[in-house]
């Protein structure tokens, strides 16, 4: 069974670092490309970003380009998001994602149930 | 960046119906790569559509897609009571954009 569980959310101060994480299991994690989407409360899905299975290429959404890093470490099936610079806009469910395909724009098949960051003062 | 439009916001229908439902891009989506999800209150989005017209992993043949260009849709025929969600369109051709979604709703 494909599973993805997405960590490290919770609240975070304006201009916070936090890391996101998701630990994959049920699948050979390398054969795909992954990915971050969020949705703000209320808010419709907002692709963030998007990382090739080797690592090598990555897609960042313009909201977050400077201020977040998208990573995986294939040797521990873990994804990662280094968020940095953090905005009150940020608040979101963060949703971890399983490209159908090795490459980083793809659609995403399997989804986690996300974790929720939320930034505030 | 690709801009995607979906229309209607909201489409309420009765079960047994048909929604059709539309996604407008800003721009070319070149090699048909685009994509429907179904989102329902408290759930992670599922995969229904991907390459315009291709079924995901269990999907039912009453969900189909179509288009090209610029101009997209997404038909669900004979509703059933799972149907009443909220859908997005994403493209991929051009680095990744979601479309601002469109809830069928029950009449």
């Known amino acids: 069974e494909v599973r993805l569980v997405e960590s490290g959310g919770g609240v975070a101060r304006p201009g916070g670092s936090p890391r996101l994480s998701c630990v994959a299991s049920?699948?050979?994690?390398?054969?795909?490309?992954m990915s971050w989407v969020r949705q703000a409360p209320g808010k419709g899905l907002e692709w963030v970003a998007s990382i090739n299975w080797n690592g090598d290429t990555r897609g960042l959404a313009d909201s977050v380009k400077g201020r977040v890093t998208i990573t995986r470490d294939n040797t521990r099936n873990t994804l990662y998001l280094q968020m940095s610079a953090l905005r009150v806009e940020d608040t979101a469910v963060y949703y971890c994602a399983r490209g159908v395909t090795s490459d980083w724009d793809q659609p995403s098949d399997f989804w986690g149930q996300g974790t929720v960051v939320t930034v505030s003062a | 960046e690709i801009v995607l439009t979906q229309s209607p916001g909201t489409l309420s229908l009765s079960p047994g119906e048909t929604a059709t439902l539309s996604c407008r891009a800003s721009q070319f989506v070149s090699s048909s790569r685009l994509a429907w999800y179904q989102q329902k209150p408290g759930q992670a989005p599922r995969l229904l559509i991907y390459?315009?017209?291709n079924r995901a992993t269990g999907i039912p043949d009453r969900v189909s897609g179509s288009g090209s260009g610029t101009d997209f849709t997404l038909t669900i025929s004979r509703l059933e009571p799972d149907d009443f969600a909220v859908y997005y369109c994403q493209q991929y051709a051009t680095s990744v954009t979601f479309g601002g979604g469109t809830t069928v709703a029950i009449k």
């Open positions: 049920g699948f050979t994690f390398q054969d795909h490309g």
């Open positions: 390459g315009v017209s």
